[in-house]
T-cell receptor, first 116, second 112 residues
Framework: NAGVTQTPKFQVLKTGQSMTLQCAQD?????MYWYRQDPGMGLRLIYY???????DKGEVPNGYNVSRLNKREFSLRLESAAPSQTSVYFC???????????????FGPGTRLTVL | LAKTTQPISMDSYEGQEVNITCSHN???????ITWYQQFPSQGPRFIIQ?????VTNEVASLFIPADRKSSTLSLPRVSLSDTAVYYC?????????????WGAGTKLIIKP
C-alpha cells in the first residue's frame, strides 16, 4: 500500500515549457486535490476532484489544468510555465466526497518545480 | 482580509505543553476544523479534527469555543521530534462561496 505517489520529485523548466505532474493513490479514495506551497507559506488549493469525472477550481487555478483520469489518478498540467509557478506541488486524497475539510487528507511527497 | 491567522513561530522546551491558536472568522456553518503537522521536505500529516468543544486523541487535544471563530491545538509534553510546522485547515464562506483555506502555519521549535 503505497498511499499517494507523485512523479516527478524534482523538475526544472524554462519559461513557456509545458509539463504534467502525475499523482496516483491506491486507497480507493473519492476526492483528490492539487496544492502549491510557496516558501514559508501555507498550502493553496489549485484544483480538486470530488469524484471520478469531476473537477473544480480552487483558490489559485490560473495557469493550470487538471484531469481526473480514473479514480486512482489525478494529473496537473502547466501549459506554459512561468517563474511565478516555481513552488512545491502536493497532491492529496481523501475518502469522502466534496471539497470539505472533514476527513483526513493523505498527502504525497511533493514535486519541487523550478521555472527559470 | 485575513482568512485564517496563526502565530508565525513558537518556541518551547521538552516536556512542556504547547498551545497553538488559529483564528477563522468566516468558518462555514457545518465545517470542521482540522490540524496538520509538516516536517521539512514532506507532505502535511493529519493530527486531529473537531467541530466544537473538545476533542482528544493519542497525540493532541483540540479546543473549540462555542462561537467557533478560533481553535487551539494543544500538544502535551512535547519532545524534540515535535519540531515542525503546524497548520490549521477550515472551510470558509467567502463572498457566498465555500473555500478550503489553510493557515500560513506555525513553526514550532522544541529545545532540549
Amino acid at each position: 500500500n503505497a498511499g499517494v505517489t507523485q512523479t516527478p520529485k524534482f523538475q526544472v523548466l524554462k519559461t513557456g515549457q509545458s509539463m504534467t505532474l502525475q499523482c496516483a493513490q491506491d486507497m480507493n479514495h473519492n476526492s483528490m486535490y492539487w496544492y502549491r506551497q510557496d516558501p514559508g507559506m501555507g498550502l493553496r488549493l489549485i484544483y480538486y476532484s470530488a469524484s471520478e469525472g469531476t473537477t473544480d477550481k480552487g483558490e489559485v487555478p490560473n495557469g493550470y489544468n487538471v484531469s481526473r483520469l480514473n479514480k486512482r489518478e489525478f494529473s496537473l498540467r502547466l501549459e506554459s510555465a512561468a517563474p511565478s509557478q516555481t513552488s512545491v506541488y502536493f497532491c492529496a486524497s481523501r475518502a469522502g466526497l466534496a471539497v470539505s475539510s472533514y476527513n483526513e487528507q493523505f498527502f504525497g511527497p511533493g514535486t519541487r518545480l523550478t521555472v527559470l | 482580509l485575513a482568512k485564517t491567522t496563526q502565530p508565525i513561530s513558537m518556541d518551547s522546551y521538552e516536556g512542556q505543553e504547547v498551545n497553538i491558536t488559529c483564528s477563522h472568522n468566516n468558518i462555514a456553518t457545518n465545517d470542521y476544523i482540522t490540524w496538520y503537522q509538516q516536517f521539512p521536505s514532506q507532505g502535511p500529516r493529519f493530527i486531529i479534527q473537531g467541530y466544537k468543544t473538545k476533542v482528544t486523541n493519542e497525540v493532541a487535544s483540540l479546543f473549540i469555543p462555542a462561537d467557533r471563530k478560533s481553535s487551539t491545538l494543544s500538544l502535551p509534553r512535547v519532545s524534540l521530534s515535535d519540531t515542525a510546522v503546524y497548520y490549521c485547515l477550515v472551510g470558509l464562506t467567502m463572498d457566498s462561496n465555500y473555500q478550503l483555506i489553510w493557515g500560513a502555519g506555525t513553526k514550532l521549535i522544541i529545545k532540549p
